[in-house]
């Protein structure tokens, strides 16, 4: 019986992209899934922002390598990823806003990021229309980027299949065989895999998944609704976030994708718990007075559909990566709190360079923030 190098837990965007990685670094490789193809989970969930606009410095670092892989994509590949490049835009109508936004620019900036504190009048002519009672400026990060989820999905996938990986969909991961405090193999209800390294990047079934072999690890899901607008014209580039708490709501942001269609999404206030994916009649109410409120030019156009997600969170914001002590070969891509989508390409390197080498590519320092056993007290401000 054939033994993998590398079995992946999960057809998402993480274990996607690290497929690609893997197979091309030359490990035999083989990804596992219950749904029936791939990015059927909650990648296709997704609303499709990718941001290197974080507080935090190791996202700000993989999430820059994944713009410039989802950026240079089609040139390299030839797939047609969706892809629009027009930006973060974090606006601010509090003064308790600016300060957070400007206070985060110093630590923004040394890890390369580009972007700025740009006025109000800067601001409405990139969003020509947006509310100016109140407006005091934002922070813009212009090389910050939106592609299609579902492109992307089917993207990765055929590339990892020609570079060599396989998939088997429709298995349910049942069990972990160890022997001598090393991983040998992952069963499901279909097979059994040998394996010499195993990757957890499960997404809401994260911890189900560390039980197998006796790891606890602290993801906890919650869910989100988006939604998606008819074509319009073009309005405006940038992803708009507006992080003003109103009641139900902790922030909102939105964009007009590739195909002029605005998508939109809501942190609820309080969050949701739970792996429940229905979605919700009083979504669309709440989010569409957030967004009128805002940009009043959006008040006249028609939704077409909406959806809900989970949020493998954790409870400082930041993802959980990196292999456990025992058994031996297991590693862990898991609670990306919503963010695996710009995570992924990204974070795939550094997972293989775990595998291969025992060591990330990010700088060791800088990854100890995903690290299972760090102090979860501190939150991400821009989570």
Same mark, same amino acid.
């Given at each position: ?11 998402? $965007?993480? &274990? +996607?992209?690290?497929?690609?990685? @893997?197979?091309? *670094?030359?490990? =035999?490789?083989?990804?596992?899934? !219950? ?74 900036? $040394?890890? &390369? +990021?580009?972007?700025?504190?740009? @006025?109000?009048? *800067?601001?409405? =002519?990139?969003?020509?229309?947006? !509310? ?74 994260? $911890? ?176």
């Amino acid at each position: 019986m054939k033994t993998y190098d590398l079995v992946i837990i999960g057809a998402g $965007s993480i &274990g +996607l992209p690290t497929a690609l990685v @893997a197979a091309r *670094q030359g490990l =035999a490789t083989l990804v596992l899934d !219950r749904c029936a193809s791939p990015g059927q989970g909650d990648h296709k969930r997704a609303i499709g922002g990718v941001r290197a606009t974080h507080s935090d410095p190791t996202k700000i670092r993989i999430c820059l390598r994944s713009i410039k892989i989802f950026t240079e994509w089609q040139q390299r590949e030839g797939d047609d990823l969706g892809f629009r490049q027009g930006g973060y835009l974090f606006v601010a109508y509090r003064s308790e806003d600016e300060e957070l936004l400007k206070g985060l620019l110093k630590i923004q900036k $040394s890890h &390369g +990021l580009n972007i700025n504190w740009i @006025a109000g009048d *800067q601001v409405k =002519a990139l969003v020509p229309g947006i !509310r100016e009672e109140g407006l005091r400026g934002g922070v813009y990060s212009p090389e910050d980027i939106n592609v299609s989820p579902l492109r992307c999905a089917s993207a990765f996938y055929f590339a990892a299949g020609r570079a060599g990986a396989e998939f088997k969909f429709q298995e349910i991961v049942t069990g972990i065989e160890t022997k001598q405090g090393r991983v040998q193999a992952v069963k499901t209800d279909k097979g059994c895999y040998p394996a010499r390294h195993v990757l957890n990047a499960a997404g809401a079934a994260a $911890s189900e998944m560390g039980r197998l072999v006796g790891l606890e690890l602290p993801v906890f899901p919650d869910s989100h609704e988006a939604g998606i607008t008819e074509p319009v014209e073009h309005l405006f580039d940038p992803m708009i976030v507006d992080i003003r708490p109103t009641p139900g709501g902790k922030n909102s942001y939105f964009f007009q994708n590739s195909e002029n269609r605005i998508e939109f999404c809501l942190t609820p206030d309080p969050l949701f718990p739970g792996i429940n994916r229905e979605a919700t009649s009083s979504f669309l109410p709440l989010v569409a007075r957030k967004l009128v409120d805002l940009l009043p030019r959006l008040a006249n156009i028609r939704v077409r559909r909406t959806w809900r997600g989970l949020y493998p969170q954790t409870t400082d914001g930041n993802p959980i990566v990196g292999s456990a002590r025992e058994p031996a070969g297991y590693h862990y891509a898991v609670g990306m709190c919503g963010q695996g989508f710009m995570l992924g390409p990204g974070l795939a390197e550094d997972i293989v360079g775990l595998v291969k080498n025992g060591k990330p590519v990010t700088d060791e320092d800088l990854f100890l923030a995903f690290g299972l056993e760090r102090n979860f007290s501190k939150t991400e401000k821009l989570k």
